[in-house]
């Protein structure tokens, strides 16, 4: 008896499976870790794998190719926890942050509020649609008056950052800022801004959530340390 098998088409089962896997930080996470069942997530990933391959593929295919890639992101998730563990976190808080919209009238105030109160400023960002400037509260006043009303887009004050401060590598190094915003989320922590400066990772929130913020970041890299990866 001839036993007719769905032709599988557009991709093999193994790199659909990857494919999936690439794309889901979480689930790279908790294979790296060991922490997940391997049917239950070839059940959560059969429905995609099959639109990508384009026929009905069973369950054990799908687990086996799933085993044969977990390595690789064990070995990411190690190359990320050695820079995790050598990095350090200091705290800022009492801080405002003020978006204002781009333009070239815009940068020369921006310039010069952070020119006469550098000390003051934890972080200057931008982008093509607008200036983020985050500084102690006590020149709100007066950087919110330099600026004028017109243009700003959001201004707030009971705001505090963490400054994480990392070894060189962070910057070829994959995962290690996703693991830190993986970290916050998981925790229930909304960031309200942030930005990567070289070895610097500037992480802004409410002052409300910068006691659980700090613990969690704390906890992520003590955890790293305590893998023994970096000895």
Known sequence: MVVLRPKLVGTSIAK?????????????????RGIVNMSAVARTLKPAVEARVGGDVSEVAIVTSIKRVKGAYRRRALDYLRVLAKSSVEVRTDLAIISIQSGAETVSKVKEVAIKNYASFVQISSSPAAHTLVFDTGLFGYVKARLGDEGILEAKTDMAAMIIHSPEEISK????????????ARTGINVVDTVSNYVDTIIVVKMADIVKA???????????RRSGVDR
Do not use: H, M, R
């Open 16 to 32: 659909a499976v990857k494919e999936e896997l690439d794309g889901d930080s979480l689930l790279q996470e908790a294979l790296a």
């Open 173 to 184: 190094t994959p995962g290690c800022i996703a693991a830190i915003y993986s970290k916050l």
């Open 214 to 224: 700090f613990t969690a970041v704390t906890e992520l890299i003590n955890e790293a």
